[in-house]
């Protein structure tokens, strides 16, 4: 083998990130594989922006809180601005739900959060609906500004000699003696002593991978923002409602708001717009914000989210085979959680394995047994 190249597949905030604190750690010789004209423009480009360390699971929700730790305080090269406008997030639920928030919050003692009552957020909107009657409140939460992000873990990279090679999609891999020796693309086999996959939904694809596949599952998800609205305060902060599947936060001097569909797609339906979805938002709306009904919807978009089969991210090398890496199934959280599945995933590929506390329980091996 005449290499030490680390390849990574996918340019979205997972391979983004796994760039970056490779280099952190003196790593030169990094190809990224994007099969598309630019970076990023997949889930992380297509997410609604939230930092929401209030996760119920207290694995990924010990990954959002040190992760929040860098979006607040990154290094002072990585961007121009700030990467977090801290508006606030309230997880709010009505008096059926409150078992349901107080299990979340009971499940993270560690979680930097309020328990309060419903009124706080009744102060800041008062066209909100009633009925809701308690919350839990993360005031250093809000919204993130996912490009900069993007683009400081790629900048962070590139500069350390990573190459970003766009228009270059990932066929397969290429095995011998029991490890990985490189892969097949559209410009041809590059060889590499390690491969990362970090191609979100594309993970998805067994064939890509062939007896290497993990069962991944892509689901779609829906958001629309509304044209500006003179009710709208661009301060006002996240609102998600628990147990009525309903999230809103102000954007571009409307709302940005979200149904929390979940359909089950292959890659290729990734990015179908389905009117009923739409409608399905429009609906909650009316319901909890009845005086802009008649709101209309300046743009509307889906993505996906990928799980694992337990909902767990998984990171980790992959027990069956040496030098191959995956940062795959990050659903819901990529972008909360991206520093810390970064800086685990560089662990992984330098080490072999990570010591972070929360690394054993993202290892491949448990979707083997
Ligand atoms: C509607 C919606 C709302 C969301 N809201 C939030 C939120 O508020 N906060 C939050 O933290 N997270 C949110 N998420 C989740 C977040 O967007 C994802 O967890 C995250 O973007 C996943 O990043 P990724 O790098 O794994 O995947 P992606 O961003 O999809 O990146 C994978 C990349 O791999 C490339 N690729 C695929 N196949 C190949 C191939 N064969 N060869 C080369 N390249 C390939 C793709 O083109 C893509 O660029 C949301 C997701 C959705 C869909």
Redesign the pocket.
């Known amino acids: 083998m005449g290499t030490d190249r680390i390849i990574i ?9 796994t760039a970056y604190f490779l280099t952190r750690k003196g790593l030169r010789d990094i190809v990224i ?4 004209k630019i ?14 360390t209030m996760i119920p699971e207290p694995v990924i929700n010990r990954l ?1 809180r040190e992760s929040a730790d860098f979006y607040h305080n990154p290094p002072a090269d990585f961007s121009d601005g700030p990467l977090v406008d801290p508006v606030g997030v309230y997880l709010a639920a009505r008096a059926e739900y409150k078992p349901t928030l107080n299990q979340w919050c009971d499940a993270n003692p560690e979680a930097r959060l309020e328990r309060v009552s419903a009124k706080p957020i009744y102060d800041k909107i008062p066209i909100l609906a009633p009925g809701l009657e308690a919350a839990a409140y993360a005031a250093d939460d809000g919204v ?1 500004d ?1 490009h900069a992000i993007l683009q400081g873990f790629i900048r962070g990279a590139t500069r350390e000699g990573t190459q970003l090679r766009l228009n ?4 397969g891999l290429k095995v011998g003696n029991g490890r990985v020796q490189g892969v097949d ?2 410009d041809g086999t590059m060889e590499a002593s390690k491969v990362v996959v ?6 998805s ?1 067994a064939s ?1 991978f062939n007896e290497y596949a993990l069962p991944f599952t892509p ?5 629309l923002v509304t044209e500006p609205l003179s009710e709208v305060n661009p301060r006002w902060p996240v609102i998600w409602i628990v147990g009525e599947e309903f999230y809103f936060r102000p954007e571009s001097g409307g709302l940005l708001m ?1 149904g929390c569909d979940t359909v089950k797609v292959t ?1 290729e339906q ?1 990015e179908i717009v389905e009117q009923t979805q739409l409608e399905r938002i429009a609906d909650k709306a009316s319901f909890w914000l009845p005086s802009l009904s008649e709101a209309k919807v300046a743009r509307a ?6 799980f694992a089969p337990d909902d767990m991210f998984t990171i980790g090398n992959d027990p069956r085979i040496q030098g191959l890496i995956w ?12 520093p810390v599945v970064g800086s685990i995933a560089a662990d992984c590929v330098v080490h072999g394995k990570s010591d972070h506390p929360a690394a054993s329980g993202m290892a491949p091996e448990r979707l083997l047994r």
């Open positions: 597949i996918g340019s979205g905030i997972a391979g983004a990130a594989l994007e099969k598309d970076a990023g423009a997949q889930s992380t480009g297509r997410n609604a922006a939230i930092l929401r959002a993130l996912v270059c999609e990932f066929k693309t559209s970090a191609n979100g939904a594309w993970t694809i890509l689901y779609r998800r829906h958001l979200s890659p990734g978009w889906s993505g996906m989210r990928t940062v795959a199934g990050l659903g819901g959280h990529g972008i909360t959680c991206a």
